[in-house]
């Protein structure tokens, strides 16, 4: 997208661009998630990272999906906000020592990418409504359940961090 050009004049093009946004940061998540997973001491943290790294996979392959009845070919656009989360939970996990509080920095930043993916569904889905794309709105939605439901784990474990602190 040029600065001088405005590629974006409809709402069409809204809807491929924010495609392409959440494209990009959902494959950006799939580098990442790997570093987290390696980070991770408590095990059910762990295994909830890596159950999210298989799930974002099948997120990626929908988005392919998507792309494709839409008749457009899948490619990224770089969003500097995911690349910007990423690069905050990457530097404050670099300077914790201790495993516990490592832990609750990852889910932090976990939250923080779950909350950006749900941000971005919500909006993906009215526009593709709106478009009349009940096809593409149907797959952003599972991919959009998935983000809810990794969220609401991490809050469990998190709140169960804070009630192990205070027993
Ligand atoms: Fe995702
Ligand atoms: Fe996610």
Same mark, same amino acid.
């Given at each position: 997208?040029? =600065?001088? &050009?405005?590629?974006?004049?409809?709402?069409?093009?809204?809807?491929?661009?924010?495609?392409?946004?959440?494209?990009?940061?959902?494959?950006?998540?799939?580098?990442?998630?790997?570093?987290?997973?390696?980070?991770? &001491?408590?095990?059910?943290?762990?295994?909830?990272?890596?159950?999210?790294?298989?799930?974002?996979?099948?997120?990626?392959?929908?988005?392919?999906?998507? =792309?494709?009845?839409?008749?457009?070919?899948? &490619?990224?656009?770089?969003?500097?906000?995911?690349?910007?989360?990423?690069?905050?939970?990457?530097?404050?996990?670099?300077?914790?020592?201790? &495993?516990?509080?490592?832990?609750?920095?990852?889910?932090?930043?976990?939250?923080?990418?779950?909350?950006?993916?749900?941000?971005?569904?919500?909006?993906?889905?009215?526009?593709?409504?709106?478009?009349?794309?009940?096809?593409?709105?149907?797959?952003?939605?599972?991919?959009?359940?998935?983000?809810?439901?990794?969220?609401?784990?991490?809050?469990?474990?998190?709140?169960?961090?804070?009630?192990?602190?205070?027993?």
């Amino acid at each position: 997208m040029g =600065f001088f &050009s405005r590629d974006i004049k409809t709402m069409d093009d809204l809807f491929v661009h924010t495609l392409r946004d959440i494209y990009y940061a959902e494959r950006q998540i799939l580098q990442a998630l790997p570093d987290m997973i390696e980070k991770a &001491s408590d095990t059910q943290l762990k295994q909830a990272l890596q159950a999210h790294l298989a799930e974002t996979r099948n997120q990626v392959t929908r988005l392919d999906q998507v =792309f494709r009845l839409h008749g457009q070919e899948p &490619s990224g656009v770089d969003c500097p906000a995911i690349d910007g989360i990423i690069e905050e939970a990457d530097d404050v996990a670099g300077e914790v020592d201790d &495993s516990a509080v490592l832990d609750a920095a990852l889910i932090a930043a976990a939250q923080a990418v779950e909350h950006y993916e749900i941000t971005r569904y919500g909006t993906l889905i009215a526009w593709a409504r709106e478009l009349g794309r009940n096809d593409c709105a149907q797959l952003l939605q599972q991919n959009l359940e998935e983000e809810k439901a990794a969220d609401k784990k991490l809050t469990a474990m998190a709140e169960s961090r804070v009630n192990r602190q205070a027993a």
